[in-house]
């Protein structure tokens, strides 16, 4: 079967011993950087993408690199939901509803170990859906026209905003903050500056690097300041590790449940693994009732999340790899990643590159396998890393921010700027303005005019085209619309749980 | 006036400059149907309906630090922007230490560990990226080793 030559393609490329290196190094400090609170997915892989590209790694190997850390730091934000009741990252928030209970009912050990098995049976489930899903999918995106993109791209704007966000008001600024941004430096169809106002140093547009290491890095050192760096200590014992394989057992349905429902969150554009990881929480617990227990410490409370997100996260490549569409604000730092080694996600990549999508997900495989292995008996050793004070991490991370991106342009106006957005970041937050959409708008801005012009060239002016091209861009329209206005009326009804309060 | 207008207003105001910037884009003769003016134009309109509804329906205020916290963040803020401007002339060694220790002493105001950590981070972070990762990274300013 077609699948199975490409898949022994990928395991021979995966499988030498410099990708096995790089694999097992990244799950390692992705799991390290996870587990930091504060730090999370996003920021991690954003702070190393300067770094990737200067150490001159080809591209699969940054990129099996990069998916490691990415993957790595899903599983590490576990560690300080279940032991200090603070998220690592958002999707982790729906793990601490049942983690923390359960640590602090002395079970903290078992906690880990299940969601690190949960975590590894939706990435595997993922993974293999990864791999039946996207070549089919690729060969629909064959068909896709500058109209399906600009539309599929509004989708991905409205969704991101409207579902993550509390006020779509923000979130549509957000957007528009990010698309401004894109248009600053020279029009790539006219070749005439915009928005430069003179200046040499912004003629060439302002680089996203720059802007997502400052909105995410530089920002929570802001954060950390603020709050003079009160980080709880572990108020919850570790004691001995060991397998619960009764509970395993008794969560293999849960398991499986929640990693379709998860997989299929996370392909939604904009939707991705907060999404995953709430559904997946939310139905398993109307599924268990009133007697399941959840939010006292249930075993199923921790699988279901674990599971969701982490197969949210492997569903949001889907849609990222064949259309260059990102499902979440990591597969957007991502998408960030490629572009910056010069691969064009989208139908093609599957077509010209085949050994790197498959190398990658080869080697996603095998990130799963070795994550498994490294966190069950590794669990104490990234305890005793939770412990490294603030005041210490904090300035390291800015100070690798600030040599990943010099270490880029050599330019201190990218310093001035990254500092820049670090105030927007900051002030962004504060204001429950999500940052996500501006990064998007700055990868995607670019693109997205591209195909509104081309989608007007093609149709000589006439603003209908964009709708009525095909069905697909009628249809992803509609889907934005929705995607936008329902969170609205939604809001009411599906309502967010609150993180839980000692 | 509340966080959620007053950002609201700077949004609009910055908007309505958008558009009125977007207007004097130049175009050149070879012009699809859209030009360059378009998008731009379209964005500031959405930013400022999204302003006025902010400004019209503004969310509870955030809870924004006391004078003293603004202090050590507008503290932080300027020895980043010194450091951005200090790296090329001063090599790597000296800047990051001195910023490294401010950050961490207004994370956490105890001095001794401060300094400590910035000359260790200074110097842990040199090693690993200048060896380590093989980043080209000028240790001390021009004129002190040669």
Redesign the interface.
Known sequence: MDMLANLSLGFSIALSPYTLMLAVIGCFLGTMIGALPGLGPSNGVAILIP?TF??GLDATSALVLMTSVYYGAMYGGRISSILLNIPGDEPALMTTLDGYPMAKNGRAADALVLSGVASFVGALLATIGLMLLAPTLARIAFKFGPAEYFALYLLAFCTLGGVAS??Q??S??AC??G??IA?IGV?S????P??TGGNMHIMDGIDFLVAIVGLFA?AE??F???G??KNSSIGVKLGKVRIPWSDIFEVKWVMLRTSLLGFIAGILPGAGASLGSFLAYMSEKSIAGKDGGFGTGVPKGVAAPEAGNNAAAGGALVPMLTLGVPGSGTTAVLLALLMTLNITPGPTLFTDRPEVVWGLIASLLIANVVLLLMNVPLVSFFVRILQV????L???V???S??GI??LSGS?FD??L??AF??LG??LR????PTVPVILGILLGGH??DK??QA??LS??DPLYLLTSTPIALGLWIAAIVGFVAPMFLRGVLKKPQRVTD | MS??RL?GLV?LMV?LA?IA??TQ????F???????K???IL??V??A???L??IF?P?PD?Q??ASR?LL??FI??VV??A???A??PFGFLLP?AV???V??????PRAV??ML??VG??IG?FVL?KYA?????VPFPKGVFG
């Open positions: 770094i200067t150490l509390n006020n008001a923000k549509a600024i528009c903050i698309l401004g248009m029009d169809s006219s070749g005439l915009r928005f530089i050192v802001f950390f300041i603020e003079h760096g004070p603030a005041w210490i904090l300035p390291g800015t100070m690798i600030f040599v010099y270490s201190y310093l001035l990254m500092v670090g105030v900051y002030v504060k204001l429950d303005v997205m005019e509104l012009r007007m060239v000589e002016g | 966080s959620d950002f949004v908007a958008f910037s977007a884009v130049q175009t050149s070879l012009q699809d149907p859209v030009g360059p378009t998008f731009p964005i500031g959405v930013s309906i999204s302003a509804v902010m329906k969310d955030p924004w630090p916290t050590n963040l932080a803020l980043l922007i450091y951005a401007f790296l090329k990051t910023t490294a220790a950050l961490s002493y207004q994370i956490s560990p401060a950590t910035g981070l200074s972070l990226f990762l093989k980043l080209g990274l």
